[in-house]
């Protein structure tokens, strides 16, 4: 059981969007677990629950006889094509994903709440994502009903796929996925990357802070009598190449933190952004960073 959020956290969250508007009781449980701070609230909400404008690049919708069939291209993270039929825009998505990602996706929570009137109008949406035993909101707010649905069910299955892949898969392999959570001076971004090892899929979920992050060949692995696993990786970027040193009892947590040591090493001298920690496998990098 995760305990809802402090009410101030809950109260700035909801006066962002409109004061009328009301966080599904679901989603204020998630928060409970993600975000204490009211002072950064929305911030951190944004990062991790709001869908971004480009996470569906284009979308058609047509009706015939009742049934609905959508055509789009979604970021989840990778593009992916969809075309499927359903009762409407969402259920056809979630079909079309389903197939496409060779998932059981699954909408359990689905609300739209108007934040305006007029031309201006705006809806804010709100859906919850299942799959297998995990549940994840996503939330988006567009002027376009459907867009709204859509981008809010999207970011849905991008947080549940990458919770899965987070803290049940154990080995990652050539095309996978892997989700962090990441500690930016105390704000919680999400991000994603994919890889044949998990050091170059933690690279490739590195690269809005260093576009150009490559793990060099050579990642080496060894265990401590103490049963922790030692990770050592050499990674470059336009400023330079540093190796970077992890440790803990999990190899993949291990990988991760390498990653985090050299790019670190490769920044520190630079005036560009850094991530602080990363949450992996819901082990947290440093103390402060919460999941």
Not at 11 to 25: C, G, N, S, T, W
Not at 280 to 289: F, L, V
Request: hydrophobic content about 40%.
């Amino acid at each position: 059981y995760t305990p809802p959020p402090p009410p101030a956290v809950a109260l700035a969250i909801a006066e962002k969007f409109d004061q009328d508007v009301l966080l599904p009781p679901g989603l204020e449980q998630e928060l409970g677990g993600l975000i204490e701070n009211d002072e950064k609230a929305w911030d951190n909400f944004a990062s991790i629950f709001l869908a971004q404008a480009g996470a569906v690049a284009s979308y058609r919708v047509t009706e015939r006889d009742g049934k609905v069939s959508l055509s789009a291209s979604v970021q989840i993270p990778e593009l992916v094509s969809v075309e499927s039929d359903g009762n409407g825009p969402i259920d056809a998505l979630v079909h079309g994903l389903s197939k496409q990602l060779g998932k059981t996706l699954d909408v359990v929570f689905y609300e739209q709440q108007a934040i305006s009137s007029g031309s201006s109008a705006e809806a804010v949406c709100f859906v919850q994502i299942c799959c297998g035993d995990r549940k994840a909101f996503g939330c988006s707010r567009h002027e376009n009903t459907t867009t709204a649905s859509l981008l809010a069910t999207v970011q849905g299955v991008r947080r549940v796929l990458g919770e899965e892949d987070v803290t049940e898969r154990k080995e990652y392999t050539l095309g996978s996925r892997l989700a962090l959570v990441v500690d930016e001076q105390g704000k919680m971004v999400r991000t994603w990357g994919v890889g044949d090892n998990v050091a170059k899929a933690c690279a490739s979920a590195l690269r809005q802070w260093a576009d150009d992050l490559e793990v060099l060949p050579g990642v080496s692995v060894h265990k401590r009598a103490e049963e922790e696993e030692v990770v050592y990786v050499q990674c470059k970027a336009a400023a330079g190449r540093r190796y970077g040193v992890g440790v803990d009892r999990s190899s993949t947590t291990a990988s991760i933190k390498a990653v985090f040591s050299a790019l670190n090493g490769i920044r520190a001298h630079s005036n560009g952004k850094r991530p602080a920690a990363a949450v992996a496998n819901g082990e947290p990098d440093a103390k402060k960073s919460k999941q």
